[in-house]
């Protein structure tokens, strides 16, 4: 079974951070003078920071150098870990995924928009952290979901097949950039209602708990 894969996003999959991430941008916003509603978070949510943020500068007609937007970035994700890490509890349903994936040797890895460090972060404080092998982060690639980069990049750094391997996400965004790069799509809940993201994947849980090898299995079959 070794030759199968389950690629996790990290933000509404493996950690509930929709609002600790909003609250991060309203926070860390306030200098430039941006505005951030929930409503356009929402619409960008799952995309890299570097997209949301020149989408901001746009509509409010800034210009950032590079320094400022790096510095932007560093209250902003410092603002996330603390309060993650301030508020974190075991979720349960991922513990029992990571075990039953391991016993049925599946490989399991991250493919995040998110920095290096906020998913060291979770990886170093939840349990089963080290059963994710590895993970692509938003400094692994170019270009952001939509975009399939960080799943092929993923399914390349534990040499599986694509078409071996589904994706876990909980954004629109996330689902059609599984899709396009030949993998699985399953869709979480959450983020976004479940008739909404039908539209772009293969199956739609409420719960990790819904799903286990032997469905991801027959899931990878149907490809």
């Known amino acids: ?105 599946f490989k399991t890895i991250i493919g995040s928009s998110a920095p290096k460090k906020n998913i060291q972060a979770l990886i170093d404080i939840m349990p089963r952290g080290d059963q994710l092998q590895c993970f692509i982060s938003a400094e692994d690639v170019c270009q952001s979901k939509p975009n399939p980069e960080v799943f092929l990049k993923a399914a390349e750094k534990i040499g599986i097949h694509s078409n071996k391997c589904a994706v876990i996400e909980d954004s629109v965004h996330g689902l059609i950039a599984a899709k396009s790069a030949g993998m699985v799509a399953i869709g979480i809940t959450g983020t976004f209602d479940g008739y909404v993201l039908a539209d772009y994947a293969d199956r739609v849980v409420d719960s990790l708990d819904e799903l286990n090898s032997d469905v991801i299995i027959k899931l990878i079959n149907h490809i």
Do not use: P
């Open 1 to 105: 079974m070794n030759d199968k894969a389950v690629i996790f996003g990290m933000d509404g999959v493996l950690i509930d951070s929709w609002e600790i991430h909003y609250q991060s941008w309203i926070v860390s916003s306030r200098k430039y003078g941006f505005k951030v509603n929930r409503q356009k978070f929402g619409t960008h949510f799952g995309q890299t920071c570097e997209s949301f943020a020149k989408n901001l500068c746009e509509e409010h007609g800034v210009q950032l150098n590079k320094s400022e937007i790096e510095k932007w970035f560093e209250v902003k994700d410092e603002y996330y870990r603390d309060s993650f890490k301030a508020g974190f509890q075991e979720n349960t349903s991922v513990t029992r995924i990571l075990d039953d994936l391991k016993s049925s040797g």
